[in-house]
């Protein structure tokens, strides 16, 4: 059934690839293991417009997909998770970046596990973050980004955060894609994760100190 899944996504078969991701859901597999498996399809899809053999529109096409599974694994990852705020998380992608399908996943992650999340959306330029956290007060400041010019902005927008003086007030972790411990430490950023699960356990670590 996974193969399936994979499978339509590759082939841009949005139906059937919505079919058997609700199959997966009402046998009742695990929601995090139906995203996971979503996202090898969009990573071969990535692979195959990075060889030239698809282009924007199909990119376009499987990020579409991936948003609209995750809308339907959202509700059935919602039950169970506690719902006491336990603290504050700013979430955004970078300036010059739009991908967002990972930082969504992030920002439900973090909600789903008691965090207030505010996202401030896309191709945020590092002054919106700086307002952000001087408004919302967040312990902890999510940066995403996918493409290379994104370390770029992402080391600018933890220098404007340490010019406004408030370096010491947020622990800074980035993702996406592309990101690694490299560019956390270009960036000037407390940590990288690989994933949202693991920004979840840092920011539990950060906040919580569980
Ligand atoms: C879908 C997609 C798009 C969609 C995005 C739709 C959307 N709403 O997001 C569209 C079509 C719009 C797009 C556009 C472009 N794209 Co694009 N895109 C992709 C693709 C295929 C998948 C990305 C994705 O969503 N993955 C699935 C998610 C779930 O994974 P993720 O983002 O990594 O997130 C996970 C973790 O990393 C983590 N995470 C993410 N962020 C954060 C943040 C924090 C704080 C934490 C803790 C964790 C975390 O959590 C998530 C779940 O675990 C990738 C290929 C790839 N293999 O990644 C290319 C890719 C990123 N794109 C690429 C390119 C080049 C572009 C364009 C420049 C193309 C163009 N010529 O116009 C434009 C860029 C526009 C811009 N200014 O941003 C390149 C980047 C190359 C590079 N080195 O810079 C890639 C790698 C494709 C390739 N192989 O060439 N793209």
Known sequence: MYEKLVEAIVKMDE???????KE???KGDDPLKILEQCRKAVEIVGAQFEKGECFLPELMMAGHM??????L????????FEVKRIGK???GTVEGDVHDIGKNIVTFLLDANGFEVMDIGIDVPPQK?????KSFGPQVVGLSG???IAYDSMKKTVDAVNEAGLRDK???MIGGGQMSDKVKEYAGADAYAKDAMAGVVLAKQWIGGK
């Open 15 to 21: 139906d059937e690839a919505m079919r058997a991701a």
């Open 24 to 26: 997966l859901l009402d």
């Open 66 to 71: 991936l948003g609209e599974i995750s809308n």
């Open 73 to 80: 694994v959202k509700p059935v990852m919602s039950k169970g």
């Open 89 to 91: 998380v700013l979430m």
């Open 129 to 133: 973050f700086v307002e952000a956290i």
């Open 146 to 148: 996918l493409l290379t």
């Open 170 to 172: 947020v622990k800074i």
